[in-house]
């Protein structure tokens, strides 16, 4: 009887406060969303949960710390922030104090397990340490350009080819090429094996299909209102639960098969890791995606990159090429500075702690550092923030016969590969496999959308284009 009286009352508490907030009208612009009682900001969360980030970016503007908080129901305070201060405090000043959590890693542990992007403490200071001696090998570089060299003078430039010689009627969808192609460069590095994803008249293995789902579910429990929903929902083995949860069977399973495979090709006695196979996870597709996608917005700045490509000669791209493409870099960073592959990022306070904003944490809060809001912030950019223009990343705007140079912009302001201990340790190595890229394919194609509406930018573990891009495949007239 004591919790039905109990339940009742909750309900007419949650009835009261809703037909309160139906009824009320702001008189000014909230810098928060209105809280409520015990169920916090529940309302407004909801009514924004499936563009969490138009939502967020707005209230982040209207903040004047670029700051704000959020309660919810059952939940820990969600602390958001677009600030750079407060992201140099979180990252890297009071590091410790900003681990992931176990509320985080209860998200993602099913499918990432202890692994180096789901871990703290000891567990992640160890991993870390042998991946960083690993990307820092010469040898591992070098291995690692010869398979991306192969992957696209082997397969990709072809299906390219392929698809520019159907002529005007073939569309393609350029971000399921990209990601086929990122995904065969991964597996050869990390596992030494060959997926073969860009052979388009086979089915993609079920490993890959498989990941993608398990990605997309893990992703989405972030985003109910109450995290008592996605935990019933594993615990009755119900829903997307389930799906989950057979989902990450399959990618289990294909994996022990690929090791235990390489184990017995290298002999029982063989050291995986002494083939240089690292297991690591790509963001590389979706930057590059959204990069094909801005050039084909803006004409002079594709000029510009196949301008920088074209000067390094007929030969190709050599290893040494690359790191002198600065203007192809600060394409792709300004790309990510728009569409980052993570659109966000959450730690969780072990202690109580004050942000240089002023802002007060709470032990047990939720910090969010959000890079797709920050990239969109007047006072982190500019009044021209909404514009692609890769010369902001220079000290100096670029003109022909003058070699430009980078200027150092603080990871803290554009955090797309983290920063402070926790950077991203094979940053170097993406910028080098996108713009071998980049450089390849502009050189020989023209990438041409069909569809002239602006792309739907969907945050889950790592950003993709809804839908896809669709485009046309046309050889470049030399």
């Known amino acids: 009887m004591e919790i039905l009286t109990a339940f009742l009352s909750i309900l007419l508490t949650l009835g009261f406060i809703l037909i309160f907030s139906c009824s009320t009208k702001a008189l000014k612009p909230q810098t928060k969303p209105p809280s409520y009682p015990l169920i916090g900001s529940i309302l407004s969360f909801n009514k924004n949960r499936h563009h969490l980030l138009q939502w967020y970016t ?22 958001i922030t677009a600030n750079p201060e407060n992201v140099e405090h979180i990252l890297k000043t009071n590091f410790c104090n900003f681990p992931k959590g176990k509320p985080f890693t209860d998200l993602l542990g099913d499918l990432l397990g202890g692994g180096i ?22 040898s591992l570089r070098e291995f690692t350009f010869e398979i991306l060299r192969e992957e696209v003078e082997t397969r990709l430039v072809p299906v390219l080819f392929s698809a520019a010689d159907y002529g005007r009627g073939r ?36 490993l890959v299909e498989a990941f993608d789902v398990a990605a997309a579910i893990s992703a989405r429990r972030a985003t109910e209102p109450v995290n008592a929903v996605w935990k019933l929902k594993r615990f009755f083995n119900v829903g997307s639960e389930r799906r989950l949860k057979e989902a990450i069977r399959t990618v289990h399973v294909s994996v022990s098969k690929i ?10 006695d063989g050291d995986v890791s002494d083939k240089q196979d690292f297991l690591s996870r790509d963001t590389t597709s979706a930057a590059m995606t959204w990069l094909f996608w801005l050039l084909s ?38 790309a990510m500075r728009l569409y980052p592959p993570v659109a966000w990022d959450s730690k969780h306070a072990a202690n109580d702690d004050v942000l240089p904003d002023g802002t007060h944490v709470k032990k047990g809060d939720k910090v969010t550092y959000f890079p797709y809001g920050m990239g969109r912030m007047e006072k982190v950019w500019g009044q021209d923030w909404d514009k692609f223009k890769p010369n902001r990343w220079f000290d100096e705007e670029p003109n022909y016969g ?10 803290f302001k554009f955090p797309v590969f983290q920063a402070g201990p926790r950077v991203c340790i094979g940053k170097e190595m993406a910028f080098m496999q996108m713009k071998y890229v980049v450089g390849s394919v502009l050189s020989r194609f023209e990438i041409i959308p069909v569809c002239k509406n602006p792309p739907v930018f969907v945050p889950l573990l790592t950003a993709h284009m809804a839908g896809g891009l669709k485009v046309k495949i046309k050889k470049r007239k030399h």
Request: with cysteine; hydrophobic share 35%; net charge neutral.
């Open 117 to 138: 992007f789901n871990s703290d403490g000891e567990l992640w200071s160890s991993q870390r340490k042998l991946a960083s001696h690993e990307f820092t090998m010469r």
């Open 297 to 334: 917005e803006n004409d002079d700045v594709e000029k510009k990159i196949l301008k920088e490509v074209r000067d390094k000669g007929s030969l190709g791209l050599g290893f040494e090429d690359l790191r002198e493409m600065s203007y192809t870099k600060a394409s792709l960073c300004e």
């Open 402 to 411: 003058i070699k430009p140079v980078l200027k150092s912009v603080s990871s």
């Open 259 to 268: 090791i235990r495979a390489k184990k017995k090709c290298l002999d029982i």
């Open 58 to 79: 707005d209230l982040l503007r209207l903040s004047p710390s670029q700051t704000v908080t959020i309660d919810l129901l059952l939940n820990r305070r969600t602390i």
């Open 171 to 206: 569309t393609v969808d350029f971000q399921e090429i990209l990601k086929r192609f990122a995904f065969d460069v991964v597996c050869k590095v990390s596992l030494g094996w060959d997926p073969d994803c860009l052979d388009l008249t086979r089915p993609v293995p079920d």
